[in-house]
């Protein structure tokens, strides 16, 4: 019995527990919430690709280097792999919908990018990785040019 139990209960108790991290976690970061109210347009090509990139959402729910980050021309696409949630899908966010407060965490500068007027969703990043989306949005990154740094342009 506890070779049958090792054979095939286990990776079904870890699939199982991998869908309902991942998912709680979706929940948690107002994922969901944000995937329905913005849904993604795959036919926008991106002007800028970041993979691999760092960030937080919602409740305390950090994504360490597993977003997906596009600037295209509408707004910004925010997406993860499937394997770290199944469930969630990419979304984009109209560039007339995000808000963008830059302040210093610790010793990183960040920036936060809210989403909607009723602040539906928030994504913190750190400042360098907004500066890129902002270079390559041009003149519809929602924030004043000085504040963006002349580095990346």
């Given at each position: ?61 950090n994504y360490k280097n597993i977003l ?86």
């Open positions: 019995m506890d070779a049958v139990f090792a054979i095939i209960g286990f990776p079904v108790f870890f699939v199982v527990m991998w869908l309902g991290v991942t998912s709680l976690l979706g929940w948690l970061s107002g994922w969901f919430s944000l995937m329905e109210r913005y849904p993604d347009k795959p036919d926008q090509q991106p002007m800028l690709q970041l993979t691999w990139q760092t960030g937080a959402m919602g409740i305390g729910v997906k980050l596009a600037a295209c021309p509408t707004g910004l696409r925010v997406g993860v792999p499937k394997f770290f949630g199944l469930f969630t899908r990419d979304f984009l966010v109209p560039w007339r919908d995000i808000h963008v407060k830059r302040s210093r965490f610790l010793w990183t500068d960040i920036a936060e990018l809210t989403f909607g007027t009723r602040s539906d969703g928030r994504l913190t990043v750190a400042a360098s990785v907004a500066d890129r989306i902002a270079a390559a949005a041009g003149k519809q990154w929602p924030e004043a040019a000085s504040s963006v740094r002349a580095r990346w342009t």
